[in-house]
Nanobody, 121 residues
Framework: QVHLVESGGGLVQPGASLRLSCLAS????????MGWFRQAPGKEREFVAV????????SVAESVRGRFSISRDGAKDTIYLQMNRVEPEDTAVYYC??????????????WGQGTQVTVSS
């Protein structure tokens, strides 16, 4: 069993930076791949970024590429989402996910509770 806890969300102004964290606890093989998804009101959950255990393989959604980046601290079993130059369209609940398999779809077995990010002036 894996437990994921996100942190770092909040209210930020357009153009600002924000870093989300996700701490994983539990079965290590089940957290081989970890990623971020987001869901805005009235919209489907969408892929943001994913990273493998070593941190050497990562994917970032085209919609945020160049502004967002994902990283991983293996020693802490924590992943981060660095969000730069945020836009109002980035407003959503951000979810951390984990699974054995690397994927850019919501086919992850474990999910966190989510952290709200609101971009507004």
């Amino acid at each position: 069993q894996v437990h994921l806890v996100e942190s770092g969300g909040g209210l930020v102004q357009p153009g600002a930076s924000l870093r989300l964290s996700c701490l994983a606890s539990g079965s290590t093989p089940e957290t081989s791949a970890m990623g971020w998804f987001r869901q805005a009101p009235g919209k489907e959950r969408e892929f943001v970024a994913v990273i493998n255990r070593s941190g050497r393989i990562a994917s970032v959604a085209e919609s945020v590429r160049g502004r967002f980046s994902i990283s991983r601290d293996g020693a802490k079993d924590t992943i981060y989402l660095q969000m730069n130059r945020v836009e109002p369209e980035d407003t959503a609940v951000y979810y951390c996910a984990a699974d054995r398999a690397y994927s850019t779809t919501p086919a992850f077995k474990y999910w966190g509770q989510g952290t709200q990010v609101t971009v507004s002036s």
